[in-house]
C-alpha cells in the first residue's frame, strides 16, 4: 500500500487549508449608525439565477447588526492597491472608527441600496438579503445581487483584466498573496 507523507491541521484551523480565499471588502450600513466597511475571506456566489452571493459574519462584528438592520450590503472586490486599507477594515472594529474616515476609502453612492460603494475597488455587487442562516459561530447571509459593475477597464468581455485587477488573496494572518499572471486553458 502506497503512503503519502502528512501533516496534521488542528481543527480549529482547518479552514486555513481552503485558503488564499479571494477577499472582499463588504460595505454595510445601519438606518442611523455611520457607514462601515468589514474585510471578508469567506465569500463566494450560490446561484446564477437568482444571482445570489453568499458572505460568513460572526456575530460579534458591528457590520453583522448592521446589515440585520438594512438588510443590504455591497461586495466589493479590492486591489493590491488598497491592501493596507483591507486589512485596517479587517482588524479594526467600526463600532470604534469611522473605517471610511481613518482609511481615506472613498463612499459613493449605490446604485441601489443604502450602504455606499467604495470607489477605489474594481468591481461591486450590491445586494439585497435573500435569506440567512446560522452556521456554528458564524452566520451566512445570502444576497440577491439587484446591480453589478466594474471599472471598465479592470473588467471586459465577461472577465476580469488580471494586469489591471490585481486581486487580495488572503493567505492567513495578515499575509496575503496576489495573482501572478499566467493564464491555462486546457483542452479536453
Ligand atoms: C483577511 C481577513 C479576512 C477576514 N474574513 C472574515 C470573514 O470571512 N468573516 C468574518 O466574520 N470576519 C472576517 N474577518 C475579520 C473582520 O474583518 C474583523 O473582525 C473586522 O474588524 C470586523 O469589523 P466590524 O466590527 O467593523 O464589522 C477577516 C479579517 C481579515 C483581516
Avoid: Q
Amino acid at each position: 500500500m502506497l503512503k503519502k507523507e502528512t501533516v496534521n491541521v488542528n481543527l480549529s484551523s482547518c479552514s486555513r487549508l481552503l485558503h488564499p480565499m479571494h477577499t472582499v471588502l463588504v460595505s454595510c450600513a445601519g438606518k442611523t449608525a455611520k457607514p462601515n466597511i468589514i474585510t471578508l475571506a469567506w465569500a463566494m456566489p450560490t446561484s446564477i439565477d437568482p444571482p445570489l452571493v453568499a458572505v460568513s459574519i460572526r456575530p460579534e462584528r458591528h457590520s453583522y447588526a448592521l446589515i440585520e438592520e438594512t438588510e443590504e450590503f455591497v461586495v466589493n472586490i479590492p486591489t493590491i492597491d488598497i491592501l493596507k486599507e483591507t486589512l485596517f477594515c479587517g482588524r479594526k472594529s467600526g463600532s470604534k472608527h469611522d473605517k471610511f474616515k481613518k482609511t481615506g476609502l472613498t463612499p459613493l453612492p449605490a446604485r441601489k441600496v443604502k450602504p455606499p460603494i467604495i470607489k477605489e475597488c474594481v468591481a461591486h455587487l450590491e445586494c439585497r438579503l435573500h435569506r440567512k442562516f446560522k452556521t456554528g459561530d458564524h452566520t451566512i447571509f445570502i444576497g440577491e445581487v439587484t446591480e453589478a459593475y466594474a471599472d471598465k477597464e479592470a473588467f471586459s468581455e465577461g472577465e476580469y483584466n488580471l494586469r489591471k485587477a490585481k486581486m487580495i488573496f488572503h493567505v492567513g494572518g495578515n499575509e496575503f498573496a496576489t495573482l501572478r499572471i499566467r493564464k491555462f486553458k486546457p483542452k479536453l
